[in-house]
């Protein structure tokens, strides 16, 4: 089962920050937190991944809280284009078994 | 185009038939994975390989399923007599590190 807990669905109007919440209660110590991204009908893309620290890209902000239970992704100022489901994943990247642990994600809908 | 790529983009098959698919990563990365998308669900985990060598297989690939990476370059992934429950998107990924994926476009099999 997936380690993390995300919105089914969030709408965000055009030019606004959208904001998407991912709770990762179980979190170990050593786990990193994964955000991707799928546009339909293509594969998933990577968006930017933290420990403990905020992070930031050029695609986005990833906001962690100071207990590692939850954490936010950040898209400054949304556009049509990111319209994709997020997914949000939690690993350790020295694990041996290194396959992803997906759950549903979050469909974001971009409005004009 | 430093990509990863995947052949075909979509396939239509008789119930019954034998399928291949083909990946080529980008050819700097030594990991590759296969996962396996149906509609509404995040990416499930099916194989990985490290160069040539391929260490790790879900339940979910019966024995129906195969994948080889001769070489430690493309790999491929056969489905013998498909099931119409083997319908779905079939994605492959590359790493040149843990956690770094990229992923391929996919391809969308349908089993008639």
């Known amino acids: 089962d997936a380690k993390t807990t995300q919105p089914p669905s969030m709408d965000c109007a055009e030019g606004r920050a959208a904001n998407l919440p991912c709770n990762h209660s179980?979190?170990?110590?050593?786990?990193?937190v994964y955000w991707y991204r799928q546009i339909h009908s293509q594969g998933p893309q990577y968006i930017i991944h933290?420990?403990?620290?905020?992070e930031t890209n050029e695609m986005a902000s990833l906001i962690i809280t100071e207990d590692r239970k939850s954490s936010t992704l950040i898209l400054p100022h949304a556009t049509l284009r990111d319209t994709a489901v997020y997914y949000c994943?939690?690993?350790?990247?020295?694990?041996?078994?290194?396959?992803?642990?997906w759950g549903a994600g979050t469909k974001l809908i971009i409005k004009p | 185009d430093t990509g990863v790529s995947q052949d075909p983009r979509h396939k239509i098959t008789k119930r019954g038939q034998n399928v291949t698919f083909r990946c080529d990563p980008i050819s700097e990365h030594n990991r590759l994975y296969w996962y396996r998308q149906t509609l509404g669900q995040g990416p499930e985990f099916l194989t990985y390989f490290q160069n040539e060598a391929q260490l790790e297989k879900s339940r979910l690939l019966s024995d129906r399923f195969s994948a080889e990476r001769p070489k430690g370059s493309f790999s491929t992934l056969e489905i013998q007599r498909t099931e119409q429950g083997d319908s779905a998107m079939y994605l492959c990924a590359s790493s040149g590190r843990p956690g770094g994926y990229t992923f391929g476009s996919g391809t969308r099999l349908t089993v008639v």
């Open positions: 933290g420990l403990k620290n905020n």
């Open positions: 994943i939690v690993r350790a990247p020295m694990d041996s078994n290194y396959q992803l642990i």
């Open positions: 179980t979190i170990s110590g050593n786990e990193y």
